[in-house]
């Protein structure tokens, strides 16, 4: 098993659907790109929209995560605050 793997299949299976209802793809489909971040140990924000309510989830390194404190919503645009 790659470095990262079994990290993405454990949120595959928490949440198998992109937001748009698309299935989420099986490892072997990732790009090098996305396989290499999840061998990191990056992880993932869920960002509440206070204009629209809808959550964006957010992947990023644990590093990352611990700086930001907002994001723009993936559905209007505005930026949420993340909710932890
Ligand atoms: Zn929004």
Known sequence: MEKGQAAYEQDVLKRPFYHDLTPRKPWELLSKVAKQSWGYGYVDLEVKC?????????HM????????TGASCGYCGRIGKFGR
């Open 50 to 58: 206070g204009t629209c309510g809808e959550i964006t989830v957010h």
């Open 61 to 68: 390194t644990p590093s990352a995560a611990d700086r930001t």
